[in-house]
């Protein structure tokens, strides 16, 4: 055999034997890709993602897209070639297993998280447009969880509102950690609430809550890779009342990266004419029920998406300009935001033709 023929067999060979193994090598990565996009203003499986009653709405028009992400699922093992085809696309982004799903965290549970965050996020969209648009909300401190095996299981419950700590008044969730751990491991703590049946019977007949009881706990240490500090085992979280009913109908959707565009999209709706004059806006980004606009993942893939849909615009988290700036879709402006009202501002100068006066995200 000629040693030019024997040579490319060799290699034929020899590139056959990488690939083969490429394929059984697993890696400790995931993949992220563009996911689906939704315009909050139109409809999505036959009906109106935002569906609102008891309150007069107005006919609006163009696109305020919601954005998502794909994410390979917890017992997916990747193999090297399938590592090495995602590191060279344009359209997907590999990183470490562990970040998606760090410390073991299964698939179930990762999606009970991305479910409860989904619904929180629901809840501060509509109180930040309520807000902008001068509605009142009723809001209290709830139990959001309590923690299996802790102090606070069997004595206080998901959905019980707490009005005091050691009948020092309670405004935010924040301050329940507070003034727990003013305490130290093993001394008491009373918790002043309303439980959660009787509240929910109060709100069924639109009246406040009178039934209270006090609830006395001992705080144990915590065991976390925090500071050393007195818990009881819970996480405190906030509920509203609104005075009309705002429904958002999205399912197969989990995470909080949606509550900018909800809440820009129940605004839409709530006030004459049309926010984006028209125009394709997408975008992303957490939102508080004070309207601050917080970073999310997967912010590459996202501008992505949105533009393979057709956006001409993205309103874009200010934690997140840097990332996206570094490799923006053609044909796709990103908007700097870190507030509602930068939103609103930003849709405005839109609808105007101010685009100069856009805030524009930049590399650095």
Request: charged share 25%; with cysteine; glycine share 10%.
């Amino acid at each position: 055999m000629p040693r030019r023929t024997a040579t490319m067999l060799a290699s034929t060979l020899m590139l056959i034997a990488l690939l083969c193994a490429g394929v059984f090598i697993k890696v400790p990565y995931s993949e992220l890709s563009p996911g689906p996009t939704v315009n909050t203003l139109g409809d999505h499986g036959g009906e109106p993602v935002l569906q609102i009653s008891g309150r007069k709405t107005y006919p609006t028009s163009g696109h305020l897209n919601m954005t998502t992400v794909r994410v390979t699922s917890a017992d997916f093992r990747m193999n090297l070639v399938e590592a090495v085809y995602g590191w060279l696309a344009h359209d997907a982004k590999i990183v470490p297993h562990d970040t998606l799903y760090p410390d073991g965290k299964t698939e179930e549970q990762s999606t009970q998280e991305n479910a409860e965050e989904f619904s929180q996020s629901q809840e501060s969209a509509k109180v930040a447009a309520l807000k902008e648009l001068h509605v009142p909300v009723q809001s209290w401190v709830i139990v959001s969880t309590v923690v299996k095996d802790s102090p606070a299981e069997g004595r206080l419950h998901a959905g019980d509102v707490i009005k005091d700590v050691d009948g020092t008044a309670v405004k935010a969730p924040d301050d329940v950690a507070k003034l727990v751990t003013r305490h130290k491991p093993g001394e008491k703590v009373v918790f002043t609430i309303v439980p959660a049946k009787e509240q929910a019977a109060a709100e069924k007949a639109n009246k406040p809550a009178t039934k209270t009881e006090k609830i006395t706990i001992t705080t144990r240490q915590s065991d976390d890779d925090g500071a050393q500090r007195a818990i009881v085992g819970i996480a405190a979280g906030t509920d509203h009342t609104f005075p009309f009913t705002i429904d958002i109908k999205l399912a197969d959707v989990g995470g909080p990266s949606a509550g900018l565009m909800f809440a820009l999209g129940i605004y839409d709706k709530l006030t004459p004419g049309s926010l984006t004059g028209g125009k394709f806006v997408a975008g992303t980004g957490t939102i508080d029920d004070d309207g601050k606009v917080g970073p999310i993942g997967g912010i590459e893939m996202k501008t992505v998406g949105a533009r393979d849909k057709g956006a001409q615009y993205f309103l874009t988290p200010a934690d997140n300009c840097a990332a996206a700036a570094k490799d923006t879709p053609s044909g796709l402006t990103l908007i700097k935001v870190n507030t509602i009202d930068d939103a609103l501002g930003a849709l405005k100068d839109l609808r105007e033709g101010k685009t100069s006066d856009l805030p524009k995200c930049t590399k650095s």
